[in-house]
């Protein structure tokens, strides 16, 4: 299986954190900051007339490494 970014500019936000995570040279530099209710990871929505903040969508492809034929598209919320 193969997964790729199918949206980099809109998946930054999560590439940071995972750099973050994962790429840390030390515990404390693996630090990610609570999850605020709005800012960079929501979008606001106009929802039946009513300004509403949700979840910015990530999007990622997986496809076979076997048979190319079989991709799927991937869209994660945090």
Do not use: H, W
């Not at 299986?1 to 995570?21: F, H, V, W, Y």
């Not at 790429?23 to 990871?41: E, R, V």
């Not at 969508?57 to 991937?74: A, D, G, K, Q, R």
Request: charge should be negative; aromatic fraction near 10%.
């Amino acid at each position: 299986m193969s997964c790729q970014d199918a949206d980099p500019k809109g998946n930054i936000e999560l590439t940071d954190l995972r750099k973050t995570l994962f790429s840390a040279g030390s515990p404390g530099d693996a630090y990610l900051n609570k999850t605020q209710l709005n800012g960079a990871m929501y979008q606001r929505v106009n929802l039946n007339g009513r300004e509403v903040f949700l979840p910015k969508p990530f999007v990622f492809t997986m496809t076979s490494t076997e048979n190319t034929e079989y991709s799927c598209s991937l869209v994660f919320e945090l």
